[in-house]
């Protein structure tokens, strides 16, 4: 009986884990030295409203598994599993989806949060905020204004001049270093 038990203990905690690990899927980040890869432009050119529109299959196609899943899907990677995290290269980071141009590596700041984090935006008009009550949080989504890719969070706990932590996935990001 004791062994029933264990064992039907132990499938009620795999199958909570589980569902967990389900909502919350991760992505892998892009990894360390990629460049920049050519995409179609024809694909990426915005439309005449400035927006990037393509089917799923399109994105998927022309995205990394770990982009997808967190521009398409707004999945989250795994903190401190960033490629971007650590960066401390002089350049510009732009969208992995639309290669919009986002921020900048001297707005970019270490917050112990396990993300990278930036305190401003390369242009307001380059991003969206938009409300996110997922999960129980009450926060405040980023997404590429071009595209609608998902980016992240941003915060109100960051340095001066701000006072905001923009807290992105690496996976949502490409860096594009100053040459």
Not at 80 to 96: M, P
Request: glycine share 8%; with cysteine.
């Amino acid at each position: 009986m004791r062994i029933h038990l264990s064992i039907l203990f132990f499938l009620g905690v795999y199958s909570f884990i589980s569902i967990l690990l389900t909502n919350c899927q991760s992505a892998t980040s892009q990894q360390e030295g990629d460049k920049i890869s050519y995409v179609d432009t024809l694909l990426i050119k915005p439309g005449k409203d400035g927006k990037v529109r393509l089917s799923d299959e399109q994105w998927e196609e022309i995205l990394k598994p770990s982009a997808y899943a967190v521009l398409r899907e707004k999945k989250t990677e795994f903190a401190f599993s960033g490629s971007l995290l650590k960066n401390k290269k002089e350049g510009t980071y732009l969208c992995a989806g639309c290669h919009q141009p986002l921020f900048s590596s001297t707005t970019k700041f270490e917050s112990g949060t396990g993300w990278p984090s930036f305190y401003d935006v390369i242009a307001q008009t380059n991003i969206k905020e938009i409300k996110d009550e997922s999960y129980g949080m009450n926060r405040i989504e980023v997404v590429c204004s071009r595209c609608d890719g998902h980016l992240g969070h941003v915060f109100e706990d960051g340095p001066v001049p701000t006072g905001l932590r923009y807290c992105i996935n690496s996976a949502a990001l490409l860096f594009d270093e100053k040459k």
